[in-house]
């Protein structure tokens, strides 16, 4: 939690709230996604969504 308001404080509302929409469309849960969201938006959730859509998961 602590990191996650520490991102907020960094970055702000709509940066953050960004990064958790990422997040959960590639089912990946915890501050140390959003962190990695916030810091390689397009990276992540490309290689998270295709890891997920490879597992069984929904690509998008």
Known sequence: MDL???L????GR????????LAVEARCIGSEYL???VEH???CAD???LQN???GGIAK
């Not at 907020?8 to 970055?11: F, H, L, T």
């Not at 709509?14 to 929409?21: K, R, S, V, Y």
Request: avoid cysteine.
């Open 53 to 55: 859509s490879s597992e």
């Open 47 to 49: 290689s998270h969504l």
């Open 35 to 37: 962190l990695e969201f």
């Open 4 to 6: 996650t308001y520490q």
């Open 14 to 21: 709509t940066e953050l709230l960004a990064a958790i929409e």
């Open 8 to 11: 907020y404080e960094k970055v």
């Open 41 to 43: 938006p397009h990276a």
